[in-house]
């Protein structure tokens, strides 16, 4: 068992129940030129969470966890994008259109592929979402319950959209939710802090937040006494 320290309570996962689940890290959410930017947004303050997020990643892979990466995108005709979500806001490029990193948000682009420092490896799971919740029109519910998953360690962009709405999705479907703080980020660091707050809030509404240190510190003392 890890013992993990989080917020609102301490947690203790068991290792072969629980998947590391990263959300979005895709070069259109973190690089220029991607979605993220034509939105307007300083896709450099992603930046922080991916050392944690690459140390957390190397970590489950040694300790054998079910490692899970999303990708959030549409397929090259866009029968999967819903008008309302391509239509909405005033982006300087539109999902589908071209950037510099291929059409924007489509599958098979360069900006849709994960970033490099944190590329799947032969065996993990790599979801690939239309929406923004990794459970919605995907088939990532059975897969957890294939490998008898009850525990999801939650990282990725941005903490409160794609973060925050897989985190209640799987809440409700029974699985105990961790985020791990400083592996998530936001284009709004006001947004990052009450994403988390929300989270943990009365007695862990959603989950519980913990952080890279924290679960790295608990998977070594769980090795040591094995
Ligand atoms: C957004 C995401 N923010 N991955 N997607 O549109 O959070």
Request: aromatic share 4%.
């Given at each position: ?14 290792p072969a ?5 990263i ?15 034509s939105?307007?947004n300083?896709?450099?303050l992603?930046k922080?969470?991916?050392e ?6 190397a970590?489950?892979r ?18 999967d ?18 950037g ?6 489509i ?8 970033i490099p420092?944190l ?7 790599v979801?690939d979402?239309p929406g ?12 957890l319950a294939?490998?008898s ?5 939650v990282c990725?962009v ?10 209640r999705?799987?809440?409700d479907?029974?699985f ?7 592996c ?11 994403g ?5 809030a ?5 989950g519980w ?11 070594s003392?769980t090795q040591?006494?094995?």
């Open positions: 068992m890890i013992q993990l320290a989080a917020e609102p309570t301490p947690i203790a996962i068991e129940r629980t998947a590391l689940v959300i979005d890290m895709q070069r259109d959410f973190l690089e220029p030129g991607g979605f993220g930017e939105l307007g300083d896709v450099g992603l922080a969470a991916v944690p997020c690459r140390q957390v990643l970590a489950a040694k300790a054998g966890m079910l490692v899970i990466h999303t990708r959030e995108g549409h397929s090259p005709d866009m029968n994008a819903p008008p309302a979500k391509v239509e909405r806001g005033a982006p300087s490029k539109r999902i589908g259109d071209v510099p990193m291929g059409r924007i948000l599958q098979g682009e360069p900006g849709h592929d994960i420092e590329y799947p490896i032969a065996g993990e799971p979801i979402k923004k919740g990794a459970f919605y029109a995907t088939n990532l519910g059975l897969i294939n490998r998953i009850e525990n999801l360690l990725g941005t903490t409160e959209v794609c973060v925050n709405t897989t985190v999705e799987g809440n479907r029974g105990r939710c961790i985020v791990l703080a400083d998530c980020g936001s284009y709004f660091p006001e947004f990052h802090k009450m988390l707050a929300m989270i943990k009365q007695g862990g509404i959603f937040v913990s952080g890279s240190q924290q679960l790295l510190a608990a998977m003392a040591r006494a094995a």
